[in-house]
């Protein structure tokens, strides 16, 4: 009786042992151990306990038997549920892992930036765009026509020299040495009054020196109307280079000379990094070179067939590079031409 009652004890410790290890086991592998435990070949706790049952005397065999039987379904199945929503959680996990997270910020594709070059024609472009005027870069093959004779250059002009200018194999063709070719022709286009502001790329020979390139960029704006005098000229540059540059720098027109103005002029302002005092950028001076203007000079209107007494007008050519070269604080004009990607990814 003693022994039946053990055993009975045996199985119900058997039984509460289970449960409590049940509940601290969640893992996959946690619970593949506690069924080693309980159902192992050797040393597993239910087939030691139905070891025992030969021992149990004949007439208690069937109660323990019973007990016994009940205790190994009962830990099966709970063994089993627990295990299946283990492995289910575990692999909706993995899953999860492997499917797309949408809340992720995307990879974005690597979009180019903008040269610094084209940012400051855009912008030159913008200014003048909300001012009323046209654009129209031109052409950069041009005949000698535009680019110097309607443009009041004499025959012996030293910009005419082959030292000077690109000339291509057509005879009479050349590549532009400034934008004002465009002067010309929207003066032949368009009958006054006009207003066309041009940018594009330029070539002179030049040697490449850390301000100079054979191959540069400028703009240029014409305006020609009834009445326009140097005050309209003054005004339209000052408005526009304070755009360019802010800050409210002071000016001065210095007389100065180009073929096709009359009377000409260079636009200088204050300089941007000493205000006027001084600095080694400006040369000590206070002041920096902005651009050479101009108002359009009466033969050139003749040239293009507007009458000089009823129309007049103002021209003035910016080198875009160079105000590239201030606004982004590039030392070097080259730089603006390597294509090196260190540098243009910060525009
Ligand atoms: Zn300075």
Not at 204 to 212: A, G, K, S, Y
Not at 285 to 292: A, F, K, N, P, S
Request: glycine share 6%; proline share 6%.
């Amino acid at each position: 009786m003693a022994r039946v009652f053990f055993m009975l004890d045996e199985i119900q410790k058997a039984g509460s042992d289970f449960d409590s290890a049940l509940a601290s086991a969640n893992e996959v592998k946690a619970l593949a151990d506690l069924r080693v435990r309980y159902f192992g070949r050797k040393g597993g706790l239910i087939p030691a306990l139905f070891g025992q049952l030969k021992d149990v005397p004949k007439e208690q065999k069937k109660e323990v038997g019973d007990a016994l039987n009940k205790l190994r379904d009962r830990i099966e199945s709970a063994l089993k549920e627990k295990s299946d929503r283990a492995t289910a959680d575990e692999s909706a996990r993995k899953t999860s892992r492997d499917t797309i997270d949408v809340t992720l910020p995307a990879r974005m594709p690597h979009l180019g930036n903008l040269h610094p070059i084209t940012l400051v024609r855009q912008e030159m472009e913008k200014i003048f765009r909300e001012m009323g005027y046209s654009v129209d870069p031109g052409p950069e093959i041009e005949t000698d026509w535009y680019n110097f004779e309607s443009l009041n250059f004499t025959p012996d002009h030293p910009a005419r020299d082959t030292q000077d200018t690109f000339f291509v194999d057509v005879p009479g063709m050349l590549l532009r040495t400034h934008t004002s070719n465009v002067q010309i022709r929207s003066m032949e286009q368009t009958k006054p009054p006009l207003k066309v502001i041009s940018c594009g790329r330029v070539y002179r020979r030049d040697e490449i020196t850390m301000r100079r390139s054979p191959m540069f960029h400028q703009a240029e704006a014409i305006l020609v109307d009834k009445g326009i005098h140097i005050g309209h000229m003054r005004a339209t540059l000052e408005y526009f280079v304070r755009k360019i540059f802010g800050g409210d720098p002071k000016f001065r027109l210095r007389p100065s000379f180009f073929p096709f103005t009359e009377p000409s002029a260079e636009l200088d302002m204050s300089c941007l990094f000493c205000n006027g005092n001084g600095c080694g950028t400006c040369s000590q001076t206070g002041w920096m070179e902005i651009l050479g203007c101009g108002m359009v000079h009466p033969q050139v209107l003749r040239n293009v067939a507007i009458d000089p007494e009823e129309w007049s007008g103002f021209a003035f050519g910016m080198g875009i590079d160079r105000v590239a070269m201030l606004t982004y604080d590039i030392p070097n004009i080259r730089t603006l031409f390597e294509n090196d990607l260190r540098v243009l990814q910060q525009f």
